[in-house]
């Protein structure tokens, strides 16, 4: 990248009557530092900004931090491209960390009003720096998958519908359904593309990342999360064409908005209409309202391997839940269950493990919305187990709980406030849909 596209890029993020940078005093630091950048390249002089603007933007809401994730991406942006300007020859560590970096910005901050730049500049250093390499198959062969263990957490499966319905109104709002093989989501590329690492691997590029889950389930103490290679974490998981490499942990890609970060996969699904009904509050979650966006849709991806669980929670928005690859289990049950499902909150005994667990919501605790409950408990000693710790919910929930396992083409509804549980039976990527 030349002088020349440094210092458009510094004419562009010097606009002073941005909302973002109207009266920001660090701003106006941060610009002097930018063109100090120009001229010694070091891309440790974004270091501070980008420190900074971490720290801020972890105390605020997305609401009120767009200053600040507006500076956190500038701040990656001139440190990605001082990795690679005027220079004959970038070494494949220094792309790599200036797309890392680029990244880290979307994944991040959001890249506010940056996103398409971002996503020029990965391409163009990918074209001009960088080169896809194959992988090479971890030996070995795959041992046949045994049954998971079936759980007497519900009584009875999630309707079926078809033909799907023509209106999305209030008869269809109340409570789960699915639709098998739906003819929207049949067609969508993703079902056969998907499924694939080369693809996903070409249509990323070299040197992403991505925010991945460590550890089976967010409620156990050693569950963290982590940034990392993109490519290592595909080599993890178990493809028709490549199995999985030996892995020590578990890693998850979950409610994450993959589309933004990769947009040619947008062009692999299609939106079902109803995500645009405008459906009314159900009767039995009066509160609702549509995502705060412009769109008022919440789109993320959910990919992991085998034996993956997300633990029975509860989500204020509508959900289209597509599966598009591999096999998942769905468990749910109604809100009017909540005062027996033991959900992580102040009243929870182990004061140290609260301060802990991602799980642990004390500073809102009637917000809280994940269970203690585990409705998919891997043996028989293990439910035994749970129904001693959790008698009230297994004396009252399975009753009013239902369960289905998805397929890919299969779609999932159920309305906000409703608890759920999600188990892959195999390698699975699905879309949820929050509206």
């Given at each position: 990248m030349s002088l020349d596209s440094f210092d458009q890029l510094l004419a562009e993020l010097s606009d002073e009557s941005h909302p973002c940078t109207v009266g920001n005093s660090v701003y106006f630091e941060f610009h002097a530092a930018a063109r100090l950048l120009r001229d010694n390249a070091d891309s440790r002089t974004m270091k501070p900004f980008i420190d900074r603007a971490y720290r801020e933007m972890s105390f605020l809401p997305p609401s009120a931090s767009l200053c600040w994730r507006r500076l956190y991406t500038d701040a990656c942006l001139f440190c990605a491209i001082s990795k690679v300007s005027d220079s004959v020859h970038v070494e494949d560590a220094a792309a790599s960390e200036a797309i890392a970096t680029l990244d880290r910005a979307i994944i991040i901050a959001g890249a506010p009003g940056r996103l398409e730049s971002i996503h020029q500049l990965i391409k163009y250093i990918q074209d001009d720096h960088l080169t896809l390499k194959p992988l090479k198959a971890p030996p070995g062969h795959r041992q046949p998958l045994t049954q998971m263990y079936c759980s007497s957490a519900f009584s009875v499966g999630v309707p079926c519908i078809h033909p799907p319905p023509s209106v999305f109104g209030r008869e269809w709002s109340q409570k789960p359904f699915v639709l098998r093989r739906y003819g929207y989501v049949q067609g969508w590329k993703a079902l056969s593309?998907?499924?694939?690492?080369?693809?996903?691997?070409?249509?990323?590029?070299?040197?992403?990342?991505?925010?991945?889950?460590?550890?089976?389930?967010?409620?156990?103490?050693?569950?963290?999360?982590?940034?990392?290679s993109w490519d290592s974490f595909l080599q993890s998981l178990d493809f028709p064409e490549h199995p999985a490499q030996t892995q020590n942990e578990v890693l998850y890609l979950a409610q994450h908005n993959l589309l933004m970060q990769f947009p040619a996969l947008e062009g692999d699904i299609g939106i079902p209409e109803y995500v645009y009904a405008c459906p009314d509050p159900p009767s039995c979650y009066p509160a609702y309202k549509p995502p705060g966006n412009t769109d008022g849709l919440v789109i993320n991806v959910w990919l992991g391997p085998r034996g993956t669980i997300s633990p029975a929670h509860t989500d204020p928005f509508f959900n289209c839940y597509a599966q598009a690859v591999g096999r998942k289990t769905v468990w749910l049950a109604p809100p009017e269950v909540s005062n027996m499902m033991y959900p992580f909150d102040e009243s929870t005994s182990d004061t140290a493990n609260k301060s802990h667990n991602p799980a642990a919501n004390t500073?809102?605790?009637?917000?809280?919305?994940?269970?203690?409950?585990?409705?998919?408990?891997?043996?028989?000693?293990?439910?035994?187990?749970?129904?001693?710790?959790?008698?009230?919910?297994?004396?009252?929930?399975?009753?009013?709980?239902?369960?289905?396992?998805?397929?890919?083409?299969?779609?999932?509804?159920?309305?906000?406030?409703?608890?759920?549980?999600?188990?892959?039976?195999?390698?699975s990527f699905s879309v949820s849909m929050w509206f």
């Amino acid at each position: 990248m030349s002088l020349d596209s440094f210092d458009q890029l510094l004419a562009e993020l010097s606009d002073e009557s941005h909302p973002c940078t109207v009266g920001n005093s660090v701003y106006f630091e941060f610009h002097a530092a930018a063109r100090l950048l120009r001229d010694n390249a070091d891309s440790r002089t974004m270091k501070p900004f980008i420190d900074r603007a971490y720290r801020e933007m972890s105390f605020l809401p997305p609401s009120a931090s767009l200053c600040w994730r507006r500076l956190y991406t500038d701040a990656c942006l001139f440190c990605a491209i001082s990795k690679v300007s005027d220079s004959v020859h970038v070494e494949d560590a220094a792309a790599s960390e200036a797309i890392a970096t680029l990244d880290r910005a979307i994944i991040i901050a959001g890249a506010p009003g940056r996103l398409e730049s971002i996503h020029q500049l990965i391409k163009y250093i990918q074209d001009d720096h960088l080169t896809l390499k194959p992988l090479k198959a971890p030996p070995g062969h795959r041992q046949p998958l045994t049954q998971m263990y079936c759980s007497s957490a519900f009584s009875v499966g999630v309707p079926c519908i078809h033909p799907p319905p023509s209106v999305f109104g209030r008869e269809w709002s109340q409570k789960p359904f699915v639709l098998r093989r739906y003819g929207y989501v049949q067609g969508w590329k993703a079902l056969s593309s998907w499924a694939s690492i080369d693809y996903l691997r070409s249509v990323a590029g070299p040197g992403r990342i991505v925010p991945v889950e460590v550890g089976k389930d967010y409620r156990a103490e050693e569950w963290t999360q982590r940034l990392m290679s993109w490519d290592s974490f595909l080599q993890s998981l178990d493809f028709p064409e490549h199995p999985a490499q030996t892995q020590n942990e578990v890693l998850y890609l979950a409610q994450h908005n993959l589309l933004m970060q990769f947009p040619a996969l947008e062009g692999d699904i299609g939106i079902p209409e109803y995500v645009y009904a405008c459906p009314d509050p159900p009767s039995c979650y009066p509160a609702y309202k549509p995502p705060g966006n412009t769109d008022g849709l919440v789109i993320n991806v959910w990919l992991g391997p085998r034996g993956t669980i997300s633990p029975a929670h509860t989500d204020p928005f509508f959900n289209c839940y597509a599966q598009a690859v591999g096999r998942k289990t769905v468990w749910l049950a109604p809100p009017e269950v909540s005062n027996m499902m033991y959900p992580f909150d102040e009243s929870t005994s182990d004061t140290a493990n609260k301060s802990h667990n991602p799980a642990a919501n004390t500073t809102e605790p009637s917000m809280c919305n994940t269970s203690r409950v585990d409705v998919f408990p891997d043996s028989a000693e293990a439910e035994q187990a749970s129904q001693d710790a959790f008698p009230a919910f297994w004396k009252e929930v399975p009753q009013k709980a239902m369960r289905v396992t998805l397929a890919p083409g299969d779609v999932l509804f159920f309305p906000p406030g409703w608890w759920h549980a999600m188990r892959s039976e195999e390698t699975s990527f699905s879309v949820s849909m929050w509206f």
